[in-house]
């Protein structure tokens, strides 16, 4: 599975092992594992086309008091993620997810 996030505040930490960090998105945990091993794509808006992406390494849920139980995605970078359109059908709540199935 593919997912697409609205994400026009940047909040991406860079981790030390060049992977990144993606959060904080009310998805179920159950999505979230499928999402593993897909791609993320980051957009400004649901018409542009993706500033940022990559692969999905895992994610890990937030135990802060402000962001509990929100999910975080890791991500390694892909330029091939960056400029990709999807059109503007199944978007919800500033995501869109793509089954392959």
């Known amino acids: ?7 026009p505040l940047n909040k ?3 981790l030390p092992d060049s992977r ?7 998805i179920d ?5 499928k999402l593993v091993g897909g791609e993320i794509y980051f957009h400004k808006k649901q018409q542009e086309p993706s500033f940022f992406g990559g692969s999905i390494t895992g994610y ?31 978007w919800s709540k500033k995501m869109k997810i793509i089954s392959h199935d």
């Open 29 to 33: 945990e159950s999505k979230a594992k």
């Open 60 to 90: 890990r849920i937030d135990q802060n008091e402000q962001y509990q139980g929100k999910i975080v995605f890791t991500l390694r970078y892909d330029a091939a993620c960056r400029n990709v359109k999807t059109d503007k059908s199944g």
């Open 1 to 7: 599975m593919n997912i697409h996030l609205i994400e």
């Open 12 to 14: 991406f930490v860079k």
């Open 20 to 26: 990144w960090e993606s959060g904080w998105w009310n």
